[in-house]
Nanobody, 126 residues
């Protein structure tokens, strides 16, 4: 019933930009939290960004200032605008969501998210 679908991944040159989208269906997440995680080859999954309300975004230090997360509650969709991409950003990117809000200190934990997308590959060449 509930489904999250990522799109927008691809191959880009270092310094380029991509915009990822995550379309949710079967459930409204406007009152909860939406987030992006990524997993690079040979590495564990890591937190990238999350949004739980308007003007309340959280970012990993490695992407702060380069990536922007946003949401459109009317469309039940959220986005990750990625600028100044680096080879180190190469990974499979996953969107995730939960229906309820969460305290800020827990927002980086993957375990709080109940729904996950299948992932979209982002490859940044040097």
């Amino acid at each position: 019933q509930v489904q999250l679908v990522e799109s927008g991944g691809g191959l880009v040159q270092a310094g380029g930009s991509l915009r990822l989208s995550c379309a949710a269906s079967g459930r409204t997440f406007s009152g909860g939290v939406m987030a992006w995680f990524r997993q690079a080859p040979g590495k564990e999954r890591e937190f990238v960004a999350a949004v739980r309300r308007i003007n309340s975004n959280t970012y990993a230090e490695s992407v702060k200032g380069r990536f922007t997360i946003s949401r459109d509650n009317a469309k039940n969709t959220f986005y990750l605008q990625m600028n100044d991409l680096r080879p180190e950003d190469t990974a499979v990117y996953y969107c995730a969501a939960r229906t309820a809000d969460v305290i800020l200190s827990a927002i980086r934990e993957g375990t709080i998210y109940n729904y996950w997308g299948q992932g979209t590959q982002v490859t940044v060449s040097s």
